[in-house]
């Protein structure tokens, strides 16, 4: 399920790091603790979890300014907006996740993302797509995959020209799928294509990759790689919904992996 927040302020402008997917997380855990504050530290410190792996299932989109307006970017590290009103999507295919963050939001109506608040005027429910065995998305955020060989190990990020991307997305969907079902999905590996739109990466010469800072300026501050670009994905319909329900790759509940369908 997905949801949109319409915000509003009433200032000239606002500010916000461009860096600013850890705060729209906090935000998030923020509102569902309004709801239920059992709930938002059990998501945060256990998410779902399969065998030794947690999962938060849910992503969220980039904070949005209406009217197609873009943010303004400045050399210090943020971008502004005089536009009044912004947006905001998340996805989840849990139920509760939803649910307390409505409630969340009765209880409290007014977000922060940084030093701005905003007034949640508006939650508008979203209905999705049809899904089939073979679509084409658009990434609103970062699409990230890496793999450790030990755990202490730094992540090697992977993008879709590496050898281990697609096992590593495709594990990561599969996982995702077995704790939503509580039952592995069957199929064959081999017929799982992922590419790329290629007029897309002619047009921007290649320059698809993607270095986002978490937490920047704190001593736990961490860069993590993606991809962003439109792409073509076939494998189980039951799959690509997941990825359009929980994010496709990792670290979908730090923003990352949301996409829309291109059409």
Same mark, same amino acid.
């Given at each position: 399920?997905?949801?949109t927040?319409?915000? @509003?302020?009433?200032?000239? *402008?606002?500010?916000? %790091? ?7 997380s906090?935000?998030? &855990?923020?509102v569902?603790?309004?709801s239920?504050s059992? &709930?938002?530290? /059990?998501?945060?410190?256990q998410?779902?979890?399969?065998e030794n ?14 009217n197609r307006r ?13 536009e /009044?009103?912004?947006?905001l999507t998340?996805?989840?295919p849990?139920? #509760?996740?939803?649910?307390h963050l409505?409630?969340?939001l009765l209880?409290e109506?007014f977000? *922060?993302?940084?030093?701005e608040?905003?007034?949640? #005027?508006?939650v508008?429910?979203l209905?999705? %797509?049809a !899904?089939?065995?073979?679509?084409? !998305?658009?990434?609103?955020s970062?699409l990230?995959c890496?793999t450790?060989i030990?755990?202490d190990?730094h992540?090697q990020?992977?993008? %879709?020209?590496?050898?281990d991307?697609?096992?590593?997305l ?8 077995e ?10 590996e081999?017929e799982?294509t992922f ?5 897309y990466?002619t047009?921007?010469?290649?320059k ?7 937490k920047?300026g704190?001593?736990?501050? @961490? ?12 494998? %189980? ?20 992996g949301?996409v829309?369908? @291109?059409?």
């Amino acid at each position: 399920m997905r949801i949109t927040l319409e915000l @509003s302020h009433r200032k000239p *402008s606002v500010t916000v %790091p461009i860096n600013n997917s850890y705060l729209i997380s906090s935000l998030i &855990y923020n509102v569902i603790d309004h709801s239920s504050s059992e &709930y938002a530290e /059990r998501l945060h410190e256990q998410g779902y979890r399969l065998e030794n792996r947690a999962f938060k299932l849910f992503t969220f989109s980039p904070l949005n300014p209406g009217n197609r307006r873009k943010w303004v970017m400045h050399e210090n590290g943020t971008m502004s907006t005089g536009e /009044r009103q912004l947006y905001l999507t998340l996805s989840s295919p849990k139920e #509760e996740f939803i649910e307390h963050l409505v409630l969340g939001l009765l209880h409290e109506p007014f977000v *922060s993302v940084g030093r701005e608040r905003f007034r949640v #005027e508006t939650v508008r429910k979203l209905y999705p %797509p049809a !899904f089939s065995g073979d679509m084409r !998305f658009v990434m609103l955020s970062p699409l990230v995959c890496a793999t450790k060989i030990t755990p202490d190990q730094h992540p090697q990020y992977l993008f %879709p020209d590496d050898h281990d991307f697609k096992r590593v997305l495709v594990t990561n969907l599969c996982r995702k799928y077995e704790l939503l079902h509580g039952k592995p999905v069957s199929f064959n590996e081999e017929e799982v294509t992922f590419e790329l739109d290629q007029v897309y990466v002619t047009r921007v010469n290649g320059k698809v990759q993607k270095l986002i800072t978490l937490k920047e300026g704190r001593s736990d501050e @961490s860069k993590i790689k993606g991809t962003l670009a439109p792409f073509r994905i076939a494998a %189980p319909r039951e799959l690509i919904e997941v990825g359009y329900d929980c994010g496709f790759g990792e670290k979908n509940a730090q923003g990352f992996g949301m996409v829309k369908v @291109s059409f």
